[in-house]
């Protein structure tokens, strides 16, 4: 008798069959990392807004200005920074001025349009993605939400936990 060598053909199709299967079922588990990576950005941006929001605290009460209701300037005459209860407003020229990399031409990051646009206490701005700078085009939670300090309370920065992580626009 002839010692059998190698594997059948059939053997080989079936393993191929069984890898195939198993590649189209797990695949898509492991392969959202441009939203895990957008997601990790936008942590990133929280983390900052939280640590500006706290250097220009310091600034006003330096200042003895962190009692004011009232919206007023903060900082050096070429770099104000519009404060109400010590903390930047929600306003491009509060929490946006204090952050590096937002609004400008070199920035990662936008305020979402329409958003941002009044010094009130409690008004809040979106930041996202330079190329989700329309409210329209915004991914489903694809943005940190800033709300600006109120009388008794520190300004609240929040994220969603399944932000980007799920697009309905593929970038």
């Known amino acids: 008798m002839k010692k059998q060598q190698g594997f059948t053909l059939i ?24 939203g895990d990576a957008r997601h990790a950005s936008l942590d990133g941006l929280r983390g900052a807004i939280n640590g500006a929001a706290g250097i220009v605290y310091g600034k006003a009460a330096i200042a ?60 809040s701005i979106q930041f996202t993605f330079k190329n989700y700078a329309d409210l329209a085009s915004v991914p489903k939670s694809c943005y940190v939400t800033y709300k600006a300090a109120t009388s008794g309370a520190t300004p609240t920065v929040t994220l969603d936990p399944n932000a980007c992580k799920t697009e309905d626009k593929a970038n």
Do not use: C, R, W
């Not at 191929?16 to 959202?32: D, H, Q, R, S």
């Open 64 to 123: 003895g200005q962190e009692n004011s209701a009232d919206p007023i300037n903060v900082g050096e005459p070429d770099h104000q920074i519009q404060t109400v209860y010590g903390y930047p407003t929600a306003t491009s020229a509060g929490i946006g001025a204090a952050l590096s990399g937002v609004n400008g031409e070199n920035g990662d990051f936008v305020a979402v349009k329409a958003t941002g646009t009044s010094p009130d206490a409690g008004q």
């Open 11 to 34: 053997e080989l199709v079936v393993v191929i069959v069984i890898l195939g299967i198993l590649a189209v079922t797990a695949a898509p588990k492991f392969m959202n990392l441009q």
